[in-house]
């Protein structure tokens, strides 16, 4: 499917152009442009594969969520679950406050 605004190229329209080129270019510039132009469209393939493939993995990987943080006026005190000097576990309690 063509787009309106560019219609199909037959082999004349083609012609012309490589006939145009060669007059302008001349015989020695056309394959040195021919090599660039097809180092550039390769190089936008590959940018362009790229970008979709981080945007693929951007859209599979799993959303992380902030855990619930209390309200600024809730009062929060924290105790120890055993009286041992080296205490590894502590129980944090959350009051909110009621209005």
Known sequence: MTPLFLPSLGFQEIALILV?????????????????????????????????????????????????LPRPDAKVTASPVSQEEDVEEVVIKVEEPTH
């Open 20 to 68: 145009v080129a060669l007059l302008v270019f001349g015989p020695s510039k056309l394959p040195e442009i021919g090599k660039s132009l097809g180092k550039s469209f390769r190089e936008f393939k590959k940018g362009t594969t790229g970008f979709m493939e981080s945007l693929d993995k951007e859209s599979s990987e799993p959303e992380v969520v902030p855990e619930a």
